[in-house]
């Protein structure tokens, strides 16, 4: 029989899959289904410094002051009644799950600044989370402010949460970081627990008859998963945090892909919203069959086994397959 465990965060899971951060999770029956599927562990969806500082004025006008500043501006914060719970609701779901369920609760944290937001992180924990995924959503859209000032600000967050809490801590980083591996390193000295690759930027569309910016929102597939093996691959084994792939992750192959590049814990959302909780069993049936087919006898022999870490001169081993994808392009004639 083949062994699927695998140790994400510190906690041992009998295998990788894991919802990742996602309205399923608000849902407590929703939660139950997903745990009765087999997910390893439950995710919830972010709580937003914004949803706290609004939350703390005593209205949703922090919300609303911005969003006729510009044009750019306009639905750039939803409002206030679009998001899923309010600070206090949310903590009594972090509550109300980790009361129900018997795998790892991760409560995630989604904010910019080294604020008094962060004592939720705090909070989060006497809720009952076992552990805290930091969501660190920001586009960095001033000009005047330098890629080191960003990261700056970034691992100001970590510091602080870091200091705060005594459960496992995860980041989920974004790829557009001038350095990804630099950045990985800083957070392994800061002792973080687990880097999430990686999160996804919903880009908004104009409608150029009313001048607005309309939020889209585009499922991911299996083609996204790219750039996390790729970074998954760089990564395994230079840093001590886990590494989790977030982000393409639709199939039991992908799941077997991101785990060969170094990954000790997939996360699905898109593939749970459209086939459901039971699309897990089905991952993880997927996964077991292929790996006894070839005789693995656990998933640990392949964590890694992909991992640019097994080739001598990985700078040369992705400019070689950099300038042989290149020359292998024939124009159609």
């Given at each position: 029989?083949?062994?699927?465990?695998?140790?994400?965060?510190?906690?041992?899971?009998?295998?990788?899959?894991?919802?990742?951060?996602?309205?399923?999770?608000?849902?407590?029956?929703?939660?139950?289904?997903?745990?009765?599927?087999?997910?390893?562990?439950?995710?919830?969806?972010?709580?937003?410094?914004?949803?706290?500082?609004?939350?703390?004025?005593?209205?949703?006008?922090?919300?609303?002051?911005?969003?006729?500043?510009n044009a750019e501006a306009l639905s750039y914060f939803p409002p206030a009644d679009d998001y899923a719970m309010g600070p206090e609701r949310y903590l009594e779901h972090v509550r109300r799950v980790s009361e129900a369920i018997e795998v790892p609760l991760i409560a995630?944290?989604?904010?910019?600044?080294?604020?008094g937001w962060l004592s939720y992180a705090r909070l989060m924990q006497e809720a009952g989370a076992a552990a805290l995924e930091l969501n660190l959503y920001h586009v960095a859209t001033d000009p005047s402010e330098t890629g080191a000032a960003v990261e700056a600000r970034l691992l100001d967050v970590v510091r602080a949460v870091k200091q705060t809490v005594s459960i496992p801590v995860a980041v989920k980083l974004s790829p557009f970081f001038s350095s990804v591996a630099n950045l990985a390193h800083?957070?392994?000295?800061?002792?973080?627990?687990?880097?999430?690759l990686f999160n996804r930027f919903y880009q908004p569309e104009?409608?150029?008859?009313?001048?607005?910016?309309?939020?889209?929102?585009?499922?991911?597939?299996?083609?996204?998963?790219?750039?996390?093996?790729?970074?998954?691959?760089?990564?395994?084994?230079?840093?001590?945090?886990?590494?989790a792939a977030t982000g393409g992750v639709h199939?039991?192959?992908?799941?077997?892909?991101?785990?060969?590049?170094?990954?000790?814990?997939?996360?699905?959302?898109?593939?749970?919203?459209?086939?459901?909780?039971?699309?897990?069993?089905?991952?993880?049936?997927?996964?077991?069959?292929?790996f006894e087919e070839r005789e693995y006898d656990s998933l640990t022999q392949a964590q890694g086994s992909m991992s640019l870490l097994r080739c001598p001169d990985p700078e040369a081993f992705e400019r070689g397959n950099y300038m042989k994808i290149l020359q292998t392009w024939r124009v159609r004639t």
């Open positions: 029989m083949m062994d699927l465990s695998t140790t994400y965060l510190g906690f041992r899971l009998p295998h990788p899959i894991i919802p990742g951060a996602s309205p399923l999770a608000s849902d407590f029956d929703t939660v139950r289904r997903l745990e009765d599927c087999g997910a390893a562990a439950i995710i919830l969806p972010s709580l937003f410094e914004e949803q706290i500082a609004a939350e703390e004025a005593g209205s949703a006008q922090f919300l609303r002051a911005h969003e006729e500043s995630s944290l989604n904010g910019t600044s080294a604020a800083q957070l392994d000295r800061l002792e973080v627990d687990g880097l999430v104009i409608d150029p008859e009313a001048l607005t910016a309309v939020p889209q929102l585009h499922l991911s597939d299996s083609s996204e998963l790219l750039l996390r093996l790729r970074w998954l691959a760089i990564l395994s084994g230079r840093v001590r945090p886990s590494l199939s039991g192959m992908d799941a077997i892909k991101a785990v060969m590049a170094g990954a000790h814990a997939v996360q699905m959302v898109a593939a749970l919203l459209i086939n459901g909780p039971k699309h897990i069993a089905r991952v993880k049936h997927d996964m077991s069959h292929w």
